[in-house]
């Protein structure tokens, strides 16, 4: 079985090329969406700064600069499709956009993780333009909860499931991809989104929940099933699992955010189809990306 991941990053937790394509390899993956992470440097906690090198090679655009996307593609065309989101604040976002698309062929306009509200104008002026140019929009959503006293940052991305909606409804040309626990803690109809991020693994989900609703509601709405969050929303109960995948076979792609096998063991215990296993590990994602 062919498989792509379809959400993932150039020099993450500590892998180069080197040990990117051989983590590949050893998880039967053929190739990788490989995104930029663009934000100000003031906008993402400190915990994530053991973990992306960007402040070390002097990255004037926040913690993944698209420069090494660029060279993970340069040097291993066959394994990798670069993707490529500007922070939408930026006066020339848009040029920034067309200019990866054009000239460095990103086919992907992501990850989008910027510390703003997803439906301002700026965003929505990026969004029209990334549905233009063929280029699925994977984004990052994540409430607001408040740590601890000794470390008050409390980050959040994108707004809420309702910023979603509108964002959706305002670009119906551009198709987007829900990530994060944000967008994931919806499956189920309760409030645990206002909570945590997290759910513990046992907490079946309850039938009606937003993320389910606004995929039978939008066509051009998808999801990534990377990271915890994708992963222990469909996780934490399997047999929701399974007719969610079914119901969304075709609007569902295998993704990892990471350099486990924890997705791929799931979604091969599920005993789903052939048919329907080929989609979400290569199907779907070789329809979004447009030549
Ligand atoms: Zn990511």
């Not at 990334?130 to 990052?140: D, N, R, T, Y």
Request: proline share 7%.
């Amino acid at each position: 079985m062919k498989i792509i991941d379809a959400h993932n990053h150039p020099d993450w937790h500590g892998h180069d090329l080197e040990k990117f394509i051989a983590n590949m390899d050893r998880y039967g993956i053929e190739q990788t969406w490989l995104l930029n992470w663009e934000c100000p440097e003031h906008e993402y906690a400190t915990s994530y700064r053991h973990i992306v090198p960007a402040s070390l090679l002097g990255s004037q655009t926040g913690p993944i600069p698209f420069s090494r996307c660029v060279s993970y593609k340069e040097r291993a065309p066959e394994r990798f499709i670069p993707g490529y989101c500007p922070d939408p604040r930026l006066p020339d976002a848009c040029a920034r956009l067309r200019a990866a698309h054009e000239i460095y062929g990103a086919r992907v306009c992501g990850e989008f993780k910027c510390r703003m509200m997803y439906d301002s104008p700026d965003a929505l002026r990026m969004f029209k333009v990334a549905g233009e140019l063929k280029m699925p929009v994977i984004f990052h959503l994540q409430y607001s909860f408040q740590r601890t006293d000794n470390d008050p940052w409390s980050e959040w991305w994108g707004g809420t499931i309702d910023t979603l909606e509108r964002v959706l409804q305002a670009c119906p040309e551009t198709i987007f991809l829900g990530h994060a626990p944000g967008f994931w803690i919806h499956i189920s109809n309760d409030d645990l989104w206002s909570k945590t991020n997290y759910p513990s693994a046992d907490t079946k989900v309850i039938p009606g929940g937003r993320t389910v609703e606004l995929l039978r509601k939008y066509s051009n709405f998808y999801c990534d099933m990377s990271a915890g969050s994708g992963r222990l929303a469909l996780q934490r109960d399997p047999e929701f699992a399974i007719n969610f995948l079914t119901e969304f076979q075709d609007r569902v792609v295998y993704a990892r955010d990471y350099f486990d096998n924890t997705h791929q063991e799931f979604l091969d215990s599920l005993e789903l189809p052939e048919t329907i296993l080929h989609k979400l590990y290569h199907k779907n994602a070789e329809k979004l990306v447009v030549e």
